[in-house]
Nanobody, 124 residues
Framework: QLQLVESGGGLVQPGGSLRLSCSAS????????MGWFRQAPGKERAFVAA????????YYADSVKGRFTISRDSAKNTVYLQMNSLKPEDTAVYYC?????????????????WGQGTQVTVSS
């Protein structure tokens, strides 16, 4: 059974940090480009960050550049999203996704596998 599982979400104050993890079962993430997306209430799913299969180039939405970092650890079969300087507008459910390609993309329809999401709430 192919499954992506996100973890690390929670409640954090503005300016704080969280690190999200995305692990997999039945799936070797090293074969896939990976992405993180988020969806706030009443809004469409939005691109956050992506990383190539090789762990080389990374891509970010303008709204998170300089604050978020995507990375991957093939030995642990895990992808991470380090989120710093969090803002209330970062509040959303965060999803990781795997794309059967060497290259990531901001188009969510290009991803083949999705996790169930983890809630991130930024509030004082």
């Amino acid at each position: 059974q192919l499954q992506l599982v996100e973890s690390g979400g929670g409640l954090v104050q503005p300016g704080g940090s969280l690190r999200l993890s995305c692990s997999a079962s039945g799936l070797t993430l090293g074969f896939y480009a990976m992405g993180w997306f988020r969806q706030a209430p009443g809004k469409e799913r939005a691109f956050v960050a992506a990383i190539t299969r090789s762990g080389g180039p990374t891509y970010y939405a303008d709204s998170v550049k300089g604050r978020f970092t995507i990375s991957r650890d093939s030995a642990k079969n895990t992808v991470y999203l380090q989120m710093n300087s969090l803002k209330p507008e970062d509040t959303a459910v965060y999803y990781c996704a795997a794309r059967d390609s060497g290259w990531g993309t901001s188009e969510f329809k290009q991803y083949n596998y999705w996790g169930q999401g983890t809630q991130v709430t930024v509030s004082s």
